[in-house]
């Protein structure tokens, strides 16, 4: 069994910056890709971000494209999003999920391992 964990996660104020923190149970390279997504209440779950675990491309949603970095570390099994310029939209509930096959990067339907979630929270 898979065990996603994220931290880093908190409260800060409109321009602030987080670092969220994956650590995968076994080794990343096994996966296809890490994704991270979000939820706020009363909306559905969003693709942010995505990397390939083979080349490190990198894909984000068109709302963080320029403010939040995914970043892996293979040999800490770990992958990474920064959050810069934060914005009160982007107060959620944030999860990574890993893929083990290709799939459309923002789709939840295509991720079969999921963590557990960590919130952030943005105030004006």
């Known amino acids: 069994q898979v065990q996603l964990v994220e931290s880093g996660g908190g409260s800060v104020q409109a321009g602030g910056s987080l670092r969220l923190s994956c650590t995968a149970s076994r080794p990343i390279d096994g996966f296809n890709g890490i994704g991270w997504f979000r939820q706020a209440p009363g909306k559905e779950r969003e693709g942010v971000a995505s990397?390939?675990?083979?080349?490190?491309?990198?894909f984000y949603g068109d709302s963080v494209k320029g403010r939040f970095a995914v970043s892996l570390d293979s040999a800490k099994n770990m992958v990474y999003l920064q959050l810069n310029s934060l914005k009160p939209e982007d107060t959620g509930v944030y999860y990574c999920?890993?893929?083990?096959?290709?799939?459309?990067?923002?789709?939840?339907?295509?991720?079969?391992?999921w963590g557990q979630g960590t919130q952030v929270t943005v105030s004006s």
């Open positions: 999920a890993a893929r083990r096959y290709y799939d459309a990067w923002s789709d939840p339907a295509g991720y079969n391992y």
């Open positions: 990397i390939y675990t083979g080349t490190s491309s990198t």
